[in-house]
């Protein structure tokens, strides 16, 4: 149907954020293809876990064994937006959900005063003028998780199935921000073996209850006494794509853990991080909160017990 359809049909999960950007005017549809039909199962083998698209953020959040042996995960799923519309939106949903800009996600007659911009009905970016591209922002919690644990999903389209790491589905574009094919289905996702792995997800926002975030850092690492052995951090909502702060992470490996080297890293890791002036609160803020998050997502994995013992 998708491929039928082409442009003028998009697919609904829980229509969380789908169904708030229609009635904006923000996407102009002709058929809606709802994806209720995918499995909302989660499967766990030696260690790896495989959470099909259709399960729902809440279940994701408080399934035990997600928790136990991927626990950043289900952290980043349990801080989604608010508890009901935890119970609707999916793991799926929050994969591709749309990049987010304050010129954009706005009802169509305050963009119609305001001017429109490029990623929906004009021809400038009101945020960076001169700028031939949009930096709508990436605000999905879950996503910068995924790809510090080098998690994969499975993409159904009309022809095949495949497989790609979760860093690969994304564009540094606010507009063309995936870069999976537009008929393609995200069915699952696959989070490879953690033993031994320490995983936390810190998100800043405004209102704990519901906020998108405005910065996030997602860690990854393994630690051998106290050396670092592997180290993945990843940033949310401070660029059109999930960051992947690499020079941070390359430095964490072989350092000794304790506040200088967390310290140190986290520095690092906000150098990548350019906010601009089209979220919740100050840009300038949200630059200097990146070093601070980092910081505490990188105190807490080491604090905690590694996921299943192995
Ligand atoms: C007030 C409010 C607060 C929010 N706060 C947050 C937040 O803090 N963090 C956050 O990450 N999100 C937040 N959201 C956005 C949204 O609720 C979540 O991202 C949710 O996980 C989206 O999942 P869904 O199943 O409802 O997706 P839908 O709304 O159904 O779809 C979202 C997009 O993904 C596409 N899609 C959905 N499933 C698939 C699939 N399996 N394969 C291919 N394409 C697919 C749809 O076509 C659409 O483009 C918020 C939304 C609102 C309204
Ligand atoms: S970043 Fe610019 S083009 Fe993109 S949504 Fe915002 S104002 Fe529009």
Redesign the pocket.
Known sequence: MASDLGPRAMFVAGGTDLFPKLKRRQFEVDALIGLDFLSRAIHRGEGETVVDAGVTLAAASADSDLRTGHRGYAEAAGLVSSPPLRNAGTVGGNLCVD?R????DMTYEWRKAAGF????D?D?????PS?P?????SSSDTAPMAIALGALITLAGPEDERELPVAALYHDD??DYLAKQPAEVVTSLRLPAAAGTRTAYVKLRRRGSIDFPIAGAAVAMRLDGSTVTSCRIVLSAVASHPLEATEASEFMIGKQVGEESVRAAAEIAAKPAKP?D?ADLSHFWRKRMVRVVVEQALQRAIDQSAGFEG
């Open positions: 990049t800009c304050n010129y954009y911009c490029i990623k929906k004009g400038i970016c009101l945020v960076a700028s591209r949009c930096w709508a922002v606010g507009i601009l089209n």
